[in-house]
């Protein structure tokens, strides 16, 4: 059986996941909709005026966010060797 100690671990970790994940997946969804948009107002159908700034803001996103996420790994880490 399954103890809850593995089921909280797993829990904490995937929520962290999520927390370190959304703020670089909501930029990409907020710049994939306002290039669609543009494209959509000039009748631009050109598939790598979509990818290349979504990339470029996902990695401006990450590389700002870099500090904020290896302080959340850390406080997780910490709260995990703690935990057990």
């Known amino acids: 059986m399954i103890d809850d100690?593995?089921?909280?671990?797993?829990?904490?970790?995937?929520l962290m996941a999520i927390i370190i994940s959304?703020?670089?997946l909501?930029?990409?969804v907020a710049i994939g909709l306002v290039i669609s948009i543009l494209q959509s107002v000039t009748q631009i159908q050109?598939?790598?005026l979509t990818m290349v700034p979504k990339i470029i803001v996902m990695t401006l996103v990450a590389i700002i966010l870099?500090?904020?996420?290896?302080?959340?790994l850390i406080d997780f880490s910490r709260e995990m060797f703690f935990l057990f």
């Open 66 to 72: 870099l500090p904020w996420i290896v302080m959340q």
């Open 22 to 24: 959304a703020p670089v």
């Open 26 to 28: 909501i930029s990409g």
């Open 46 to 48: 050109e598939q790598t």
């Open 5 to 14: 100690a593995t089921l909280e671990l797993v829990r904490n970790a995937l």
